[in-house]
């Protein structure tokens, strides 16, 4: 087969693969209620899905505006369809709308997707890391005599439900804080979604009060103990001395999964953020992992055996191709 030929099926292929996640995408904004447009005074050129959706797709693509709109979409006529164009927004049509776009619409849309998911009393993983401000290698930052900051990057604390590896919540911040400043709204975020039975988390989480937490939604927490040597006469905590006495190492190794959500979404969409402003940061972060969540949504469905996990609304969707 000539290299030609590969290269046209491979592009189709592309193409029907977005035109799947095009339609996944605006289910999803009509599961959690995402309005078409803010005002009824804005003009109707493009509403809020079309656009919210070239924002994931930009995600997914790793193009920048400019690049999308005048390379990639002119000649996906599929996609243009899919998503109800008539017309391709400007590059800064679709920067304006990340700009007025709340994060809370970012937030409801990454947990809505455990409504397209079939999944009761969820095994979670919480855990942090960081996107970095810097587009190149600190290495070639002192090369060049450039000063590259220790600590220049956006964190982020994320919870994801280990048997299918959706990220559920993430919690952005400007800049390096710990873990366990962000367990409590992250955790309550998922409740609101999703019936949680365990959350599984490293020794940053080893904490009573997240206990306590975690029992007002019916779940248990698993973390190891930061000071292992001390007896358990001494520790403090019902919970952290019941841990002590017995520890789930075979559940808790589970929290692996969680690992790899992260070093899949930074070998697929990328490690580093390319905007300036931190709301513009934000939605750029929370648009790549629901750009991850629909593409392991559709991994998901290609394997029969766990076709019971999806809602019926997301078969029905999935089956119209």
């Known amino acids: 087969m000539s290299k030609h030929r590969k290269n046209s099926r491979r592009k189709r292929y592309i193409n029907r693969s977005l035109i799947k996640f095009a339609k996944v995408l605006f289910l999803l904004f009509e599961i959690i209620g995402f309005p078409k447009h803010f005002s009824k005074f804005s003009n109707k050129l493009f509403n809020n899905w079309q656009l919210f959706a070239l924002l994931v797709i930009r995600a997914k693509t790793k193009l920048s505006p400019e690049d999308l709109v005048e390379q990639f979409l002119p000649g996906n006529t599929g996609l243009l369809n899919a998503l109800a164009l008539s017309r391709i927004p400007t590059a800064s049509a679709i920067r ?40 190149g290698s600190k290495h070639y930052y002192r090369r060049i005599g450039k000063r590259a900051k220790k600590k220049d990057f956006v964190k982020v604390v994320g919870i994801d439900d280990l048997t299918t590896q959706l990220v559920l919540a993430v919690k952005i911040r400007k800049k390096a804080r710990h873990d366990n400043v962000d367990f409590k709204p992250s955790v309550n975020r998922v409740a609101r979604f999703v019936d949680i039975d365990l959350v599984i988390g490293d020794k940053g989480f080893d904490a009573q009060k997240n206990h306590e937490i975690v029992h007002k939604h019916g779940a248990l927490l698993i973390t190891p103990l930061k000071n292992e040597d001390v007896p358990v006469w001494r520790t403090s905590g019902e919970d952290r001395k019941k841990l002590k006495r017995y520890f789930p190492k075979r559940n808790y190794n589970k929290r692996s999964k969680k690992e790899t959500v992260f070093s899949v979404v930074k070998q697929k969409l990328g490690d580093a953020v390319t905007s300036i402003k931190f709301h513009m ?23 029969s055996k766990i076709m019971q996990l999806f809602s019926d609304e997301l078969k029905i969707t999935l089956m119209e191709d």
Do not use: M, P
């Not at 809505?112 to 998911?117: F, I, P, R, V």
């Not at 972060?285 to 629901?290: A, D, E, P, S």
């Open 281 to 303: 940061q934000k939605i750029e972060l929370i648009c790549r992992y629901l750009a991850y969540n629909i593409d392991r949504i559709l991994t998901l469905q290609k394997k």
């Open 96 to 135: 304006k709308f990340a700009n007025r776009l709340k994060a809370k619409w970012g937030h409801t849309a990454l947990a809505g997707c455990s409504a397209l998911t079939a999944l009761k009393g969820v095994c979670t993983g919480i855990d942090g890391t960081g996107h970095s401000k810097l587009k």
